[in-house]
């Protein structure tokens, strides 16, 4: 594959996240329940998923050594899921897009943690910058203060959660395929999110109209589905680093669709926070580890 086509599956897959954080607020504030619509959402996609990637793998099979590693990416993409499906329901879809733009820097903490990169001085002054940036972010909320950092810190909870998630995938990833990958941890995240979910499945009426289930299914196959192809075949020709470029303008896309979809509000000291983390990210020093996987 050509760089410009693979540039071009980049792009279109992060523009694929970042509607997702218009499509999840529009569906959430449109009467589905925040448990019932995740549950079903990876329910779904799961199953698809399964059927586009099982004629390719041949097997869902893990070895037994990484049962362990394994469960322990179904329990922090299971606390992602709940942290950033009531985030968007406390706060702004657009304070959860900017938060998420901490997410290198949350990734490197973690890979530094647990011995799988060296953190430079460059990176430090990088990292406060973009923190300062989620509070200024957090303290330019304009829905309510109470909601607001209720919601602003179960969006840096995503944040750090899928940030773990990735360092424990990369390890995974080198013995497994992305797409094996992405179909048991769909299926596996399921289970346990019906079972939370299932007051809200009980009492969750169906009657939503066309523009919830329109962007309930944009929801399953955009982020969910197309995009655990598109990013892991262009990542493949082009690599990490280059494909980071690209991952880093989500946050800042998805903030503005979503102040055009939904017609949210932003106030000047959010835009700051923004273009502060931003420039956090921009002078953090690559990361030599690859990313994690495409569902979200």
Not at 212 to 241: E, H, Q
């Amino acid at each position: 594959m050509r760089r410009p086509a693979a540039d071009f599956l980049l792009l279109a897959t992060v523009t694929l996240w970042a509607l997702n954080f218009t499509a999840a607020k529009y569906i959430l504030t449109h009467g589905f329940g925040p448990l019932a619509f995740s549950s079903v959402r990876y329910g779904i996609a799961g199953l698809l998923f399964t059927v586009v990637v099982l004629p390719r793998e041949r097997s869902l099979r893990i070895g037994r050594t990484d049962v362990p590693l394994m469960g322990g990416g179904v329990v922090l993409l299971l606390l992602n899921q709940l942290c950033f499906i009531y985030a968007l329901r406390f706060t702004t879809a657009t304070t959860v897009a900017l938060l998420f733009g901490t997410l290198p820097i949350f990734s490197a903490l973690i890979s530094s943690a647990v011995g799988m990169e060296r953190l430079s001085v460059r990176f430090w002054i990088a990292a406060a910058i973009s923190f300062s940036g989620v509070a200024l972010v957090a303290l330019g909320s304009s829905v309510g203060l109470s909601a607001d950092l209720k919601g602003d810190g179960l969006a840096v909870g995503a944040t750090v959660t899928w940030a773990a998630y990735s360092v424990l995938i990369a390890s995974l990833m080198r013995r497994y395929s992305p797409f094996r990958l992405s179909a048991i941890f769909l299926l596996a995240v399921t289970l346990p999110l019906a079972l939370l979910g299932s007051g809200q499945l009980a009492h969750q009426n169906f009657d939503l109209g066309w523009a919830v289930w329109a962007w309930f299914a944009y929801a399953v196959i955009g982020p969910l589905v197309i995009t655990n192809v598109t990013w892991f075949t262009a990542i493949d020709r082009v690599g990490p680093a280059r494909a980071s470029l690209f991952a880093n303008l989500q946050p800042f896309l998805a903030a503005i669709v979503a102040l055009l979809v939904l017609h949210e509000t932003i106030t000047g000291t959010q835009i700051a926070g923004g273009l502060a983390i931003g420039c956090g990210i921009l002078l953090s020093p690559r990361s030599r580890t690859a990313g994690a996987g495409a569902e979200r």
